[in-house]
Structures are given as structure tokens and as C-alpha cells.
């Protein structure tokens, strides 16, 4: 195995990482930006308000977009073990 095929498979692994993440981890950030500024504007700082509807739309952001998730991971994967394989 050489060095130039190892580094494409970790920057693909890495890239793979960051499409997968990136939706829950914006429409965390998202939301954790909206309370911060409804829990500033009406000085209501209770970690609950903050947290609880963070988790919801992740959860609803995941499973929204699960099917594509699932299909982008496994061609990644079929295209990882047909590279090994050959």
C-alpha cells in the first residue's frame, strides 16, 4: 500500500465526515443561535429551554434526511472495499 492512496482515503473518509455531519451540526447551530437570542432579548437563561429544542431538530434534521445519509454512506463504503479488493 503506498502513501498517496492512504492520504486519498483519509481525505475522502474526512470529507465523508463533514457532508454527513454538516446538516445536524448547522441546524444545531442554528438553533442554539435563535434561544441565545430569545433567552438574551427576554433575559431567560435556563439550560433546558436551550437544550431541549436543540436535540428535537437535530433528531428531526437526522431523521429527515436519513435516506440520503444512508445511500451517500454506503456508496462511500462499496467504493472503499472495491478499492481494497482491486
Known amino acids: 500500500m503506498d502513501a498517496s492512496r492512504l492520504i486519498d482515503w483519509s481525505r475522502e473518509a474526512l470529507r465523508m465526515a ?3 455531519g454538516g446538516p445536524p451540526l448547522a ?3 442554528a438553533v442554539a443561535l435563535l434561544i441565545s437570542l ?7 437563561h435556563e439550560p433546558v429551554l436551550a ?7 437535530v433528531l428531526l434534521v437526522v431523521l ?9 454512506w454506503v456508496s462511500y463504503t ?3 472495499i472495491s478499492t481494497l479488493g482491486g
Do not use: E, I, N, S
Request: aromatic share 4%; charged share 5%.
Open 27 to 29: 441546524a444545531a447551530v
Open 51 to 57: 437544550q431541549v429544542p436543540r436535540q428535537v431538530v
Open 78 to 80: 462499496r467504493g472503499l
Open 64 to 72: 429527515g434526511t436519513l435516506p440520503w445519509m444512508l445511500a451517500t
Open 18 to 20: 463533514l457532508l454527513l
Open 38 to 44: 430569545v433567552q438574551t432579548v427576554t433575559q431567560l
